[in-house]
């Protein structure tokens, strides 16, 4: 677990030294929203490295001359367990996550405190 975070916190922090250093100098060439390095970024707020590092290579190798490219927004499968507390404290999201497909996102919601898995978009608040 801790070697998860270590690395995880390894890949933020390159990626994050490409986006200051070499994608300034490199100019926007991803073809795709969010771009590639904030896309790897988001997976690894929300997965395990070794669960994002295939998408993010398959992301980075999508992004070439030859695909049209376009929104392409992570998404997330995540167990969700639906539990209302008594007092909500105030918080500034920083992720929204929208359901991939109503239906069973909505069923998810009617079965309080029962665990479920639904699949989610990772879309970053500004």
């Known amino acids: 677990m801790l070697f998860c975070k270590i690395f995880s916190h390894a890949l933020k922090i390159l990626i994050i030294f490409y986006q200051k250093t070499f994608s300034l100098f490199l100019g926007r060439k991803c073809r ?3 771009s590639c390095s904030n896309y790897a970024l988001w997976l690894l707020d929300f997965n395990a490295p070794f669960q994002a590092l295939p998408r993010i290579v398959y992301r980075i190798f999508s992004c070439n001359p ?3 490219g376009g929104i392409d927004y992570p998404i997330l499968k995540l167990r969700i367990n639906v539990k209302f507390p008594q007092h909500f404290p105030q ?10 497909q109503n239906p069973p996102f909505l ?20």
């Open 32 to 34: 795709f929203y969010p």
């Open 66 to 68: 030859l695909h049209c």
């Open 91 to 100: 918080k500034t999201p920083k992720y929204w996550l929208l359901p991939y």
């Open 107 to 126: 069923a998810t919601i009617l079965r309080l405190n029962q665990t479920q898995k639904s699949l989610f978009y990772i879309i970053k608040s500004l």
